[in-house]
């Protein structure tokens, strides 16, 4: 959510923040602006909607300067309008804003008391004219942030500009991420290492509680105590940060088609050279001591965990608790001491799902993260934190992470598997194989891209569309209805197939589509006699299967999609394609925007 970035560079700095925010597009915005300081002057331009709109702006109305800081906002309090976008100013000062302040309206009585008025509908403004305040007392631009910080409550990344201070930028942190770049006598601030990517792959990233005074040559950090501290810099893999569609239309659709690739790569990273073993970083984690798991998560992530309760209760035998981070949180469940809790996390960042982390980090036996951003908080703040290595992941509805996180959790599940006895080296060297076997049938899924299309194309006038699927394919059917709604806006809802006759059939005429997942297994009849139900109510079914599957299923639906045949164990990773490109094409049917889609972001760091 939003964008952060702040240059001290040595040119001029307005095409550069511009460069730096398009690459902070995928975390989803829907304002943008820039604020600079030349020959000691503050200015700033914002516009609203896409960053094309603040690059019109700014070849009629320029700015010049080395020095600036820029935001592409996800709108919280207030409208998405000039006036609310960021960079917001008060007097001598600027600040860009990622968070939520909680105790801004509070702030506002008191600052309104004081005599000054409000401009805009935001919480960020409050933040803006307390600093001002304070340095129309007299402080220094130092003291005044500190002041302010100690003033606010909730969640923020911030970035303080001044006029007539053309070397300083003061950053802070609390709850949501910030990174400081070096340069060579150039600094620089951003939301992540990808916006920073182009200038810099030398990254220092922020504590919680941290403010850090960033001048062209120096860093100074204090810690929430107050006390100087040092943060470790670190080189960042350029190859995980790039950003381009790669001569795809959509990053979307870029993302979908590397999943072979990025799948190989992260099955490769955990097995030994023989292919016999799974092996996790620093080997300190055993299943045998552990006697039950907690799986926490949010929205895509939440259904892989959903998933990975299949594995780890049918092949290691494990309870398996699962919830969505935002709920976990406030329900502070009992933890305990024999608890492994895992937490599933494509940025690393997800506010609610960090939360859920620090509430379990002094009560469960091990915390163990499978992040994509190693360099997270949540990878950090982690016990034991897996990359899935999908790379860098930028349309907004996710997809290969996705994949990739299935891909890590049934490896650690079948790692629980053997060190808890359930099953022995040759079985587990026989499931290692058939993964690294599974990019070939993910590349026989993605030749059905056209056929999915014609399929979309029938599916996109549609009001609302069911899922249904039984065992390993409810939760992918939970996936494919919420990439759907996501990225087409088109209704839909998924169910346990044998949920239908439970209230769901009432939904069910000829306008209403239902998307059947059922690779042939041991429940495939059960759900062949839900899709008879639904035909039999004049229902279209788009019957996902392989061929077994197909041959079995008749003639009676609407549509039939044949995937190769894998382990049952992996069909949630393989049928994940089709309800991919399904959501891709309905959305590229609709003319919609695919990576971007309205409302969204793809980093959730605020509740």
């Given amino acids: ?64 300067g080395k020095s600036g800081i820029g935001h592409t906002r996800w709108a919280t309090h207030g409208a998405p309008t000039d006036r609310n976008a960021h960079p917001h100013q008060a007097g001598p000062v600027a600040v860009v804003h990622n968070g939520i302040i909680e105790n801004y309206r509070a702030l506002r009585k008191e600052l309104a008391a004081l005599g000054y008025e409000f401009a805009t509908e935001t919480d960020t403004e409050t933040i803006a004219l307390l600093t001002a305040h304070y ?14 910080l100690a003033k606010l409550e909730g969640a923020f990344a911030l970035v303080f ?71 470790a810099e670190r080189r960042i893999r350029m190859e995980n940060t790039r950003v381009d569609k790669a001569g795809y239309k959509h990053f979307m659709a870029k993302e979908i088609f590397e999943q072979p690739t990025v799948i190989a790569e992260a099955v490769s990273h955990y097995l030994s050279p023989e292919g016999t073993e799974i092996r996790l970083p620093g080997e ?30 049918q092949l290691a035998r494990m309870p398996v608790e699962v919830d969505i981070a935002s709920e976990f949180r406030y329900r502070e469940p009992p933890i305990s001491e024999r608890t492994l809790a895992i937490f599933v996390s494509q940025s690393g960042e997800t506010a609610d799902t960090l939360a859920a982390l620090r509430y379990c980090s002094d009560k469960a036996q091990t ?35 996705f994949t990739c996180q299935l891909t890590v959790l049934v490896l650690l599940a079948l790692r629980a598997a053997h060190d808890r006895g359930e099953i022995g080296a040759d079985e587990l060297t026989a499931k290692l194989s058939t993964m690294r076997a599974l990019p070939g049938a993910l590349n026989h899924a993605l030749d059905t891209s056209d056929q999915i299309a014609e ?15 039984r065992g390993l394919m409810y939760p992918l059917a939970l996936e494919g209805a919420l990439k759907l709604k996501e990225i087409s806006y ?20 000829s306008k209403v589509p239902v998307v059947i997942m059922a690779p042939r297994d041991g429940l495939f009849d059960k759900t062949v006699s839900n899709m008879q139900e639904v035909v039999a109510r004049g229902g279209k079914v788009c019957l996902i299967t392989d061929a077994a599957g197909a041959g ?56």
């Fill in 1 to 64: 959510m939003c964008g952060i970035v702040g240059v001290l560079g040595n040119h001029e700095v307005a095409p550069i923040l511009v460069e730096a925010l398009r690459r902070l597009e995928y975390r989803g915005y829907d304002s943008a602006g820039i604020a600079t300081v030349d020959e000691g002057h503050l200015d700033r331009r914002r516009a609203v909607g896409k960053l094309v709109n603040l690059s019109d702006l700014l070849v009629h109305q320029p700015l010049r």
């Fill in 135 to 148: 340095v129309k007392e007299g402080m220094g631009h130092v003291e005044a942030v500190d002041r302010t």
């Fill in 161 to 231: 500009l001044f006029e007539g201070d053309e070397d300083l930028l003061i950053a802070a942190r609390k709850g949501s991420p910030l990174a400081i770049g070096h340069g060579e006598g150039e600094m620089f601030v951003g939301s992540d290492a990808i916006a920073l990517a182009p200038m810099t792959d030398r990254i220092t990233y922020l504590e919680e509680g941290d403010r850090a005074v960033v001048t062209r040559n120096t860093l100074d950090i204090v810690d929430s105590q107050g006390q100087r501290v040092q943060r």
């Fill in 284 to 313: 300190g984690l055993n299943f045998s001591g552990i006697d039950r798991i907690v799986m926490v998560a949010c929205g895509t992530a939440y259904y892989a965990c959903l998933t990975a309760k299949y594995w780890f209760e």
């Fill in 367 to 401: 915390i163990l993260s499978v992040v994509n951003v190693a360099e997270s908080s949540i990878a950090r703040e982690s016990d034991l934190a897996l990359p899935i290595h999908a790379g860098a992941e930028i349309g907004v509805a996710s997809t290969k992470a």
């Fill in 455 to 469: 399929m979309a194309r029938r599916i996109a006038p549609s009001r609302d569309v069911l899922f249904l699927g």
């Fill in 490 to 509: 088109i209704h839909a809802e998924a169910y346990a197939s044998g949920e239908l006759k439970h209230g769901p059939i009432a939904l069910i005429d």
């Fill in 552 to 607: 079995l299923a008749g003639d009676d639906s609407w549509d039939t999609l044949v995937l190769p045949d894998v382990d049952p164990l992996l069909t949630p990773i393989l049928y994940a394609i089709p309800a991919q490109l399904l959501a891709y094409h309905t959305a590229v049917a609709k003319g919609t925007d695919v990576d971007q889609p309205r409302n969204l972001a793809k980093s959730v760091t605020v509740e």
